[in-house]
């Protein structure tokens, strides 16, 4: 049987996984026995390099990077038809999805889930979108897909954090404290978004939005606690929407956001779902979609639970 595979993406983190990788290497050995690795080069190598594994037998695979990163192994086990489990060895930006299944950021800690933690089948987010170059694309995702707000506080931490900061200092800042910022100045300039979302089977409603998660896991943003009560075993997305916020109201109440007690707002809305689609009214602007903090493509988009369709090695 193959030795387990361990996915490197040292791009992530700024790059400082490629700097910290043979320390990390070091603790893997020494914490959880042989394995092989590879590295990936461009974005997608991830989830080729997993899916090729799962085909030719390989039993675990664990992605060493950010949330892109272990999205996109997922994607390639998932594509495989195979029951390779997934395991994470953090090293990114973000860090969300790893706080649901409450794996620390320390390497070491996360080195004895990897060797002792426990096997659990989760469910995955199926979201079918138009990429950017208008193609019709399915993608699996294991934490939240969003547009609205969310979208551009990505993009401006991807291209370096706010424009306040040097390019170096932003290289240092905690995921936290780099969302919150690029959060902060994003809200100044930001106008609301009108989509046009049907749940299940209901009717379609119009809506104009700050901004609106379809959450699988709990955390998006560097730690948001966005959908508190979220799940990863229930069949159901939890669908947060909030609604058309001042910036004064943005900015003041974003801590609610870190601690999840923002579904208790009149402005925000909560419901469960195993279905949803998303769309832009006629004629209205292109509505960008992020999903598990990549931005991937545009609406219109459809997305739908699957359930427990993938083995993750947690502490939980």
């Known amino acids: 049987m193959p030795l387990p595979l361990v996915i490197v ?3 992530s983190a700024s790059g400082t996984t490629s700097k910290i990788w043979p320390q990390l290497a ?3 050995r020494s914490g959880f026995g042989p394995f092989n690795v590879e590295f990936t080069r461009e974005a997608s190598d ?6 090729r594994a799962a085909l030719k037998g390989t039993r675990f695979v664990v992605a060493c990077g950010g949330d892109g990163t272990i999205s996109e192994v997922a994607n390639g086990i998932l594509e495989s038809g195979k029951d390779t489990e997934l395991g994470i060895l953090p090293s990114g930006t973000g860090g969300d999805f790893r706080r649901t299944l409450e794996i620390a950021a320390d390497p070491r800690s996360a080195v004895r889930v990897l060797r002792s933690g426990k096997s659990r089948r989760i469910d995955v987010g199926r979201v079918t979108f138009t990429d950017r170059s208008g193609a019709e694309v399915i993608r699996y995702f294991l934490g939240v897909a969003s547009c609205g707000m969310s979208t551009k506080v990505i993009e401006r931490v991807k291209s370096g954090g706010p424009e306040w900061l040097p390019g170096s200092a932003s290289q240092w800042l905690s995921g936290r404290i780099s969302f919150g910022a690029s959060l902060m100045q994003t809200a100044m300039r930001s106008e609301p978004t009108r989509v046009v979302v049907q749940i299940d ?6 809506l104009s939005i700050s ?4 959450a699988n896991a709990r955390y998006f943003g560097g730690g948001m606690k966005i959908a508190p009560d979220a799940k990863l075993n229930d069949g159901k997305f939890d669908v947060i929407s909030v609604g058309d916020l001042s910036t004064l109201k943005i900015v003041t109440s974003a801590p609610r956001l870190y601690v999840g ?16 689609t998303i769309r832009t009214p006629a004629g ?4 960008d979609l992020e999903i598990d903090g990549e931005l991937l493509g545009h609406l219109p988009a459809t997305l739908q639970v699957v359930p427990r369709a993938l083995s993750v090695r947690c502490n939980v």
């Open 9 to 11: 993406n040292p791009a």
């Open 26 to 28: 070091s603790d893997l």
């Open 46 to 51: 991830a989830t080729v390099i997993a899916k």
């Open 201 to 206: 089977d209901e009717h379609e409603r119009n």
């Open 261 to 276: 007690s923002h579904l208790s707002m009149p402005e925000v809305s909560h419901t469960l779902a195993r279905r949803i």
């Open 284 to 287: 209205g602007p292109q509505v």
């Open 211 to 214: 901004n609106l998660c379809i």
